[in-house]
């Protein structure tokens, strides 16, 4: 596992959009697979700063999301599908059709987890951007005894709830199922980048990376996988050495 750790924000977010935007420079039909939360923010933009700046053309890219929540229409401002053209899809030269997201209205979620697997086996990924929960969950696979495979329906926590009330009205509004690419899937991306920020992560992070392999903190899964990028900020990485 390679880890880097930025003394600022700017830098962990620049560094991040630069290995995206070499790959598909490299490889103008490249598969993305993105992320949401607050971390991606600071890269997203960075990346749209380098498609103003003409560096780079997503017209042949194809992306897949990691989660949507269960229950939110695309119009609603905290779905995941409306973070992504809010931040990222409206202000590049991406088709809308080649921008994937798990379909959080769908009347059967199991059809629709099958159906954005079979799109994932048929485009593998090839850098994939993941940020961390707080209790060590990826994209949103809680901790757990069993992690399923592909994609799937999860109930989340309630410690995931309360991290993302800030984002609503009241705890009401706060969905409480969301489908999400499975570990699986996560890990056979070709490359993966973990982005960290914050002191309230040092712990997880410190956990996920050097403790046990376990289905309880799901992100120790990606010690498995061949080629992690870890970026942390000072604080996220101020309990790894
Ligand atoms: C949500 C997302 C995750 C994300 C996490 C952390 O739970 N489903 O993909 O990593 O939030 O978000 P933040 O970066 O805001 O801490």
New binding site residues.
Partial sequence: MEMIIFDTQQELDAYAAELIINIVNEKPSAVLGL?????PIGIYDKIVESYNEKKVSFKEVTTFN??EYVGLKPENDQSYTYYMNKHLFSHIDIPSDQTHLPNGMAQDIEEESARYDTMLDAQPVDIQL????HNG????NEPDVNLPYGTHAVKLKAE?LE??ARFFASMDEVPKY?ITMGVGSILKANTIVLAVRGADKAKIVKEALTGPITTSVPASLLQTHARVIVLLDREAGRMMG
């Fill in positions: 992320a949401t939360g607050s971390t990691l989660d993941l940020g961390l929960g969950h990826i994209g949103f995931t991290a993302n969301a």
